[in-house]
């Protein structure tokens, strides 16, 4: 279906959502007619903030708010959702927009298998009436359905439309770029360049995608990283806990600007505990380019700024390769938790693989490599 005609019939002027893959035609139709206009169009930083922005929309004006994500996105949102919107708490009525991964019976990537199988139960179990979306719905059939949906939102209900893959289509790609030069992956080589032997653990998406085919061009065992497939935001407070049951040597987290905004309060706990041999990368091409490209919010704030207030007790930025190789040898070099900041291009290898390992296998081999000297025991 036109995506184009699937908004006219959802009647929706307010979104606000995370980025998917499979919902790349609404996005693109977002950003090609609202843009990033916060009246009409809001990128929020994980699901459960769609979820309470959309709140807000609609208790400012009455109207009927939709929030897009992926399915993944279902754990962020399940707080405001059975606790906010919910008929036996507020009663606000919300349109949900879901991207379907790892559908049963279509082959996906691992992370996604789980949440794949569970997603329309979640819903059922909240209370959430859905419909799902594929390539042969008809108008007249989700005409039909705003008419019992409209009825269900005026009694303050949340109803959702699940979206198969290549259920809506939209004639316009948009394309994304910045204003920087070297590219995640490169800045990636790098650092494994200087990291050595030292543990590494990965942010969801492309960036463990290009970690694990970087070590592999470059002749090395890929247990030296913890690849975080699923679990977006999480990669940071995963190298928490390592750093700090492994004080013996430096633990590298390579983050995403898309994901430290997503979770932006385990900085606060990184500051706090302040772990010595912590080194917290965000590669911030301010883009939300796993899934397309769409902006993030890290654009127009100071994560250094951030960083210093969350505790950590050194801070750099870099956007070239020089500079970027001497803060990484002073980061590595230096005592005290580190935060490093690398303004990075959008886009990647058009032939960029996925790991052939699976994320057992990945964390068997990690766990074994960290088991052995110089790392030690449990600390």
Same mark, same amino acid.
């Given at each position: 279906?036109?995506?184009?005609?699937?908004?006219?019939?959802?009647?929706?002027?307010?979104?606000?959502?995370?980025?998917?893959?499979?919902?790349?035609?609404?996005?693109?139709?977002?950003?090609?007619?609202?843009?990033?206009?916060?009246?009409?169009?809001?990128?929020?930083?994980?699901?459960?903030?769609?979820?309470?922005?959309?709140?807000?929309?609609?208790?400012?004006?009455?109207?009927?708010?939709?929030?897009?994500?992926?399915?993944?996105?279902?754990?962020?949102?399940?707080?405001?959702?059975?606790?906010?919107?919910?008929?036996?708490?507020?009663?606000?009525?919300?349109?949900?927009?879901?991207?379907?991964?790892?559908?049963?019976?279509?082959?996906?990537?691992?992370?996604?298998?789980?949440?794949?199988?569970?997603?329309?139960?979640? /819903?059922?179990?909240? =209370? *959430?009436?859905?419909?799902?979306? +594929?390539? &042969?719905?008809?108008?007249?059939?989700?005409?039909?359905? #705003?008419?019992?949906?409209?009825?269900?939102?005026?009694?303050?209900?949340?109803?959702?439309?699940?979206?198969?893959?290549?259920?809506?289509?939209?004639?316009?790609?948009?394309?994304?770029?910045?204003?920087?030069?070297?590219?995640?992956?490169?800045?990636?080589?790098?650092?494994?360049?200087?990291?050595?032997?030292?543990?590494?653990?990965?942010?969801?998406?492309?960036?463990?995608?290009?970690?694990?085919?970087?070590?592999?061009?470059?002749?090395?065992?890929?247990?030296?990283?913890?690849?975080?497939?699923?679990?977006?935001?999480?990669?940071?407070?995963?190298?928490?806990?390592?750093? /700090?049951?492994?004080? =013996? *040597?430096?633990?590298?987290?390579? +983050?995403? &600007?898309?994901?430290?905004?997503?979770?932006?309060?385990? #900085?606060?706990?990184?500051?706090?505990?302040?772990?010595?041999?912590?080194?917290?990368?965000?590669?911030?091409?301010?883009?939300?380019?796993?899934?397309?490209?769409?902006?993030?919010?890290?654009?127009?704030?100071?994560?250094?700024?951030?960083?210093?207030?969350?505790?950590?007790?050194?801070?750099?930025?870099?956007?070239?390769?020089?500079?970027?190789?001497?803060?990484?040898?002073?980061?590595?070099?230096?005592?005290?938790?580190?935060?490093?900041?690398?303004?990075?291009?959008?886009?990647?290898?058009?032939?960029?693989?996925?790991?052939?390992?699976?994320?057992?296998?990945?964390?068997?081999?990690?766990?074994?490599?960290?088991?052995?000297?110089?790392?030690?025991?449990?600390?």
């Amino acid at each position: 279906m036109d995506v184009r005609k699937f908004v006219e019939i959802t009647g929706a002027d307010f979104f606000t959502g995370v980025p998917d893959s499979q919902l790349r035609a609404l996005c693109d139709y977002l950003m090609d007619v609202y843009g990033s206009d916060p009246k009409h169009h809001l990128i929020a930083a994980n699901e459960g903030n769609c979820a309470a922005v959309a709140a807000g929309f609609h208790l400012a004006t009455g109207r009927i708010p939709v929030v897009y994500m992926q399915n993944s996105g279902l754990g962020n949102l399940m707080n405001p959702l059975v606790s906010l919107l919910n008929k036996k708490v507020y009663g606000i009525p919300c349109m949900f927009i879901i991207g379907w991964r790892g559908e049963p019976g279509v082959p996906d990537e691992p992370q996604h298998v789980y949440q794949g199988e569970i997603t329309l139960k979640l /819903l059922e179990d909240t =209370g *959430t009436e859905y419909f799902v979306l +594929d390539q &042969d719905t008809k108008e007249t059939a989700l005409k039909e359905k #705003m008419q019992t949906y409209s009825g269900l939102l005026a009694q303050g209900r949340s109803v959702a439309f699940v979206v198969r893959k290549g259920a809506l289509a939209y004639d316009r790609k948009v394309s994304y770029m910045n204003a920087y030069e070297m590219r995640r992956e490169a800045v990636i080589r790098r650092i494994v360049r200087v990291s050595g032997g030292d543990p590494v653990l990965s942010t969801t998406g492309k960036a463990s995608r290009e970690l694990y085919e970087i070590r592999g061009r470059n002749g090395e065992g890929h247990q030296y990283d913890f690849l975080t497939v699923g679990s977006m935001g999480h990669a940071s407070s995963i190298a928490l806990g390592v750093a /700090l049951h492994r004080p =013996g *040597t430096k633990v590298w987290c390579i +983050d995403g &600007d898309g994901a430290a905004l997503m979770h932006m309060g385990a #900085m606060a706990v990184i500051g706090q505990t302040a772990p010595e041999n912590l080194i917290h990368v965000v590669i911030n091409n301010e883009a939300h380019e796993s899934v397309g490209g769409m902006p993030t919010a890290a654009g127009g704030i100071d994560l250094l700024k951030v960083a210093e207030g969350c505790g950590y007790k050194r801070v750099y930025r870099a956007q070239d390769p020089a500079t970027l190789d001497q803060t990484l040898r002073s980061a590595r070099e230096g005592e005290g938790l580190a935060f490093l900041e690398v303004k990075a291009a959008i886009g990647a290898r058009e032939d960029l693989g996925r790991p052939a390992s699976s994320p057992k296998e990945n964390k068997k081999a990690f766990m074994e490599y960290l088991s052995k000297s110089p790392f030690g025991g449990n600390q």
